[in-house]
């Protein structure tokens, strides 16, 4: 992503799931920038846990957390660059907790070079560690409508790979491929690699994106490949925008045989004035074999969010969320996987800065 939600949805989600601070102001440049992103959940099931399930991000109760510190550096690729990002925070945590060597990766969340030679037509090559293509929303909270992620970021698709990527401006077309270890691993954990393509559509208000990817995930072995798909229609303007987002995701060999689970999210934005917006978003997801979430379910959540924009690069949101199965899969006091549904209420605060 390339700007914050004040500008037309349109440019938020078309540039794919890397977000730029600054830009550079000449050919040599170094762009500096970061963010802070703070809050207090409530769970209404009262968990002695305190934690919030099938969250990602958002999964402290009743106390206040540090979601994110993070810091970026980049250099525009004219015809060399490259970019880094650096984070602290239960995010970082939760990012890289199926990391192999976590203690090594676990406060990086990109690191890569880029090449953009002259005359190949707007061809980006990228080598290093870099978030995924799939998924409508991203892991920088203000970069999305709602505070909370969806079910369909945090259980369908993954957070980043490790590889090598191309992009390529073809009309109105954006093509790419990648080849990377796999899902959230720097270190792989087999010797097989994961295939990428991507293509995106953009025509006025109009993006469609395309992700898929497919290699063999299982630890040690590459027998039985994962392959997803993902797609988001995007539309709108800087006073209301939407989204439909579709995951389908396969896992062939699983441990009872093939694994599935799929998806479909849909939310909107509308800008009250400069200042306040509220974003709505429904979301339905089918865990067939529990591959996803551990328990074979059918989930269904609901969130509303509110926004308030105190000044350029402060941002505060207040946000309610329930989320239903059709399985007693929640806790509640101190009673394990006995409920059918959670409930929260979350208020949150996002700093974004930028510096040259």
Same mark, same amino acid.
């Given at each position: 992503?390339?700007?914050?939600?004040?500008?037309?949805?349109?440019?938020?989600?078309?540039?794919?799931?890397?977000?730029?601070?600054?830009?550079?102001?000449?050919?040599?440049?170094?762009?500096?920038?970061?963010?802070?992103?703070?809050?207090?959940?409530?769970?209404?099931? /009262?968990?002695?846990?305190?934690?919030?399930?099938?969250?990602?991000?958002?999964?402290?109760?009743?106390?206040?957390?540090?979601?994110?510190?993070?810091?970026?550096?980049?250099?525009?690729?004219?015809?060399?660059?490259?970019?880094?990002? *650096?984070?602290?925070?239960?995010?970082?945590?939760?990012? /890289?907790?199926?990391? *192999?060597?976590?203690?090594?990766?676990?406060?990086?969340? =990109?690191?890569?070079?880029?090449?953009?030679?002259?005359?190949?037509?707007?061809?980006?090559?990228?080598?290093?560690?870099?978030?995924?293509?799939?998924?409508?929303?991203?892991?920088?909270?203000?970069?999305?409508?709602?505070?909370?992620?969806?079910?369909?970021?945090?259980?369908?698709?993954?957070?980043? /790979?490790?590889?090598?990527?191309? +992009?390529?401006?073809?009309?109105?077309?954006?093509?790419?491929? =990648?080849?990377?270890?796999?899902?959230?691993?720097?270190?792989?954990?087999?010797?097989?690699?994961?295939?990428?393509?991507?293509?995106?559509?953009?025509?006025?208000?109009?993006?469609?994106? /395309? +992700?898929?990817?497919?290699?063999?995930?299982?630890?040690?072995?590459?027998?039985?490949?994962?392959?997803?798909?993902? +797609?988001?229609?995007?539309?709108?303007?800087?006073?209301?925008?939407?989204?439909?987002?579709?995951?389908?995701?396969?896992?062939?060999?699983?441990?009872?045989?093939?694994?599935?689970?799929?998806?479909?999210?849909?939310?909107?934005?509308?800008?009250?004035?400069?200042?306040?917006?509220?974003?709505?978003?429904?979301?339905?997801?089918?865990?067939?074999?529990?591959?996803?979430?551990? +328990?074979?379910?059918?989930?269904?959540?609901?969130?509303?969010?509110?926004?308030?924009?105190?000044?350029?690069?402060?941002?505060?949101?207040?946000?309610?969320?329930?989320?239903?199965?059709?399985?007693?899969?929640?806790?509640?006091?101190?009673?394990?996987?006995?409920?059918?549904?959670?409930?929260?209420?979350?208020?949150?605060?996002?700093?974004?800065?930028?510096?040259?």
């Amino acid at each position: 992503m390339t700007r914050l939600l004040v500008l037309p949805a349109a440019v938020l989600f078309c540039s794919g799931a890397t977000m730029v601070y600054a830009a550079d102001s000449g050919e040599k440049d170094i762009a500096a920038g970061g963010l802070m992103d703070v809050y207090y959940g409530i769970n209404f099931n /009262h968990p002695v846990s305190r934690v919030s399930q099938l969250r990602n991000f958002d999964v402290a109760a009743g106390q206040f957390s540090l979601n994110m510190l993070k810091l970026s550096l980049e250099r525009s690729a004219r015809p060399a660059g490259f970019r880094i990002d *650096l984070g602290f925070g239960k995010a970082f945590d939760i990012i /890289h907790g199926s990391e *192999l060597s976590p203690s090594a990766v676990r406060n990086i969340e =990109q690191a890569y070079v880029s090449l953009k030679p002259r005359g190949a037509g707007g061809l980006q090559l990228d080598f290093g560690k870099f978030v995924t293509s799939a998924g409508a929303e991203v892991i920088e909270t203000h970069a999305n409508w709602n505070y909370s992620r969806s079910i369909l970021f945090a259980w369908a698709i993954p957070y980043y /790979h490790a590889g090598l990527r191309a +992009t390529a401006p073809i009309g109105r077309f954006t093509l790419g491929t =990648q080849l990377t270890n796999g899902w959230n691993n720097v270190e792989d954990n087999n010797p097989g690699k994961t295939l990428g393509l991507t293509a995106s559509y953009s025509v006025g208000p109009l993006n469609w994106s /395309h +992700t898929y990817y497919a290699g063999p995930e299982k630890s040690g072995e590459n027998r039985g490949r994962r392959h997803l798909y993902d +797609t988001t229609l995007l539309a709108g303007s800087r006073r209301a925008s939407f989204y439909l987002n579709f995951d389908y995701g396969l896992e062939r060999g699983a441990a009872a045989g093939d694994a599935a689970w799929y998806g479909v999210a849909g939310a909107a934005r509308l800008a009250l004035n400069e200042r306040i917006a509220l974003a709505p978003r429904l979301e339905w997801f089918r865990d067939r074999d529990g591959f996803s979430t551990g +328990t074979p379910q059918t989930l269904k959540e609901f969130t509303l969010t509110g926004e308030y924009k105190f000044a350029e690069g402060y941002l505060a949101r207040l946000e309610y969320r329930r989320d239903w199965s059709n399985k007693a899969f929640f806790d509640r006091g101190a009673d394990p996987a006995c409920a059918k549904s959670q409930s929260t209420l979350l208020a949150g605060f996002v700093v974004v800065f930028s510096a040259r």
